[in-house]
């Protein structure tokens, strides 16, 4: 038994909908996690669009939320919201405190709304309904049937963390309300944001399990895949200075360990598209954006969307075609 597949449940209908007989032209666009480094992905991406026509899109977190409306080519709407985006339009119960010293951003907990979520039974420290409602503001029922209608699969990643599975939902078998769900599940990292019930399992961000799902996008027949991964392709060797705190100790906990996975997951997506005989070309930031990708702010993140583009224009994919497979 392959043990991968025995763990993670995939969805198959939009690549029917597609069409077998046009498996070997796919080409999909994958984009990882990254919080509000996801302006970066849209300005690169809103490039790639303007020269390749793809029919696959799969993302994770960050990625999840940009996917729907790059498959509609909507990226004006899109990039009215990415460089607008608040911290209230996240949390409605935010769990720390942000503060603006010396041109950078001090954070702590914010003990006052831990308190309150405890009270309330909460397994989080803050909760992200707001970012839900976006999601519906955002990607409309008109949207959605736009993309239903379409020969573009869009897939979502999940983590499962009730069964230990990741998960990936495509719009082509899901309800509007469902997908919507999923969009924002998938951007949800906890426990600083809601931990999500759905159909009696607990749901979180789906960079937990897969921060950047290059295999979903070979499973779903592509033969081209373009990444775009919000972290820097050599690992910085920087020190920070000690933590302050226990929530920027969780913070960087976090960091380490999607950094970890997000290598692991670009491994295993190369070794799989040699095997596959699948051009990968991957697009990295050309440095750390940030060591805190939960803070919001229209500003930096116009900046980091203006920079995506740029760097499109002046610089190629870290990693070029792969012609041979594993023998």
């Known amino acids: ?15 029917n909908n597609i069409g077998m007989e046009n498996q070997k032209k796919i080409r999909a666009l994958v984009i990882s996690g990254g919080g509000s ?8 991406a809103a490039q790639l669009l303007q020269r390749n026509d793809y029919q696959v899109f799969v993302g994770t977190s960050a990625g999840s939320l940009l996917i729907p409306l790059l498959a509609l080519g909507e990226v004006e709407r899109l990039k009215n919201v990415f460089t607008n985006i608040r911290q209230r339009d996240i949390f409605n119960i935010c769990p720390f405190i942000l503060k603006w010293r010396h ?21 989080t420290f803050g909760e992200s309904e707001n970012l839900r409602r976006l999601i519906h503001q955002t990607f409309t029922q008109k949207d959605y049937q736009r993309l239903r209608a379409s020969n573009k699969d869009v897939v979502v990643t999940v983590s499962n963390l009730s069964c230990y599975q990741v998960e990936y939902k495509s719009v082509h078998d899901c309800s509007y309300e469902d997908f919507c769900d999923w969009m924002w599940i998938s951007a949800n990292i906890v426990p600083f944001m809601s931990l999500v019930k759905k159909n009696g399992m607990e749901y979180a961000d789906g960079g937990l399990g897969n921060y950047l799902p290059l295999q979903e996008a070979i499973r779903r027949g592509a033969c081209t895949i373009d990444a775009i991964i919000l972290k820097p392709k050599e690992n910085m060797l920087n020190c920070y200075l000690p ?14 360990m999607l950094q970890q996975i997000s290598f692991d997951d670009l491994a295993l997506g190369h070794l799989e598209s040699m095997h ?29 969307w203006q920079e995506g583009k740029e760097y499109y224009l002046t610089a190629g994919p870290t990693c070029h075609a792969i012609e041979q497979p594993i023998n």
């Open 243 to 256: 933590v302050t705190n226990a929530f920027s100790l969780l913070s960087r906990a976090f960091d380490f």
């Open 103 to 123: 041109g950078e951003y001090t954070y702590r907990i914010n003990h006052f709304n831990t308190v309150r979520m405890f009270l309330r039974g909460k397994k």
């Open 37 to 44: 480094k996801g302006a970066f992905a849209g300005g690169l």
């Open 276 to 304: 596959r005989r699948v051009e990968l070309f991957c697009y990295h930031t050309p440095r750390l954006l940030t060591e805190n990708s939960f803070i919001f702010n229209p500003d930096q993140m116009a900046a980091w």
């Open 1 to 15: 038994m392959n043990v991968d597949s025995s763990k993670r449940r995939h969805s198959m209908t939009g690549v």
